[in-house]
């Protein structure tokens, strides 16, 4: 019994590090996008555009990096 209730929070951990991971990238993406916007000097409308896009996906990537990390504490917390 107690060989089961470990894998499976083994699992919940790796899984919340690789849904963790996966969040995190998308924050490094959110903020490539968004300097290689200011590098390129564009207007003020063009630059409000590309803003406006990024924002959803970093509070999206910003939402799985936090959800990852607390399967990662709960998964630790119950083993």
């Known amino acids: 019994m107690e060989n089961e209730t470990s894998s499976a929070l083994e699992i919940v951990i790796w899984?919340?590090?690789?849904?963790?991971?996966?969040?995190?990238?998308?924050?490094?993406?959110?903020?490539?996008?968004v300097s290689k916007?200011?590098?390129?000097?564009?207007?003020?409308?063009?630059?409000?555009?590309?803003?406006?896009?990024?924002?959803?996906?970093n509070l999206g990537a910003l939402f799985l990096s936090a959800i990852g990390l607390m399967m990662v504490i709960v998964g630790i917390i119950l083993s």
């Open 37 to 57: 916007a200011k590098r390129a000097g564009l207007e003020d409308e063009e630059m409000r555009k590309v803003l406006q896009s990024a924002l959803p996906l």
């Open 15 to 33: 899984s919340g590090a690789a849904v963790s991971l996966l969040g995190l990238a998308g924050l490094i993406w959110c903020i490539l996008r």
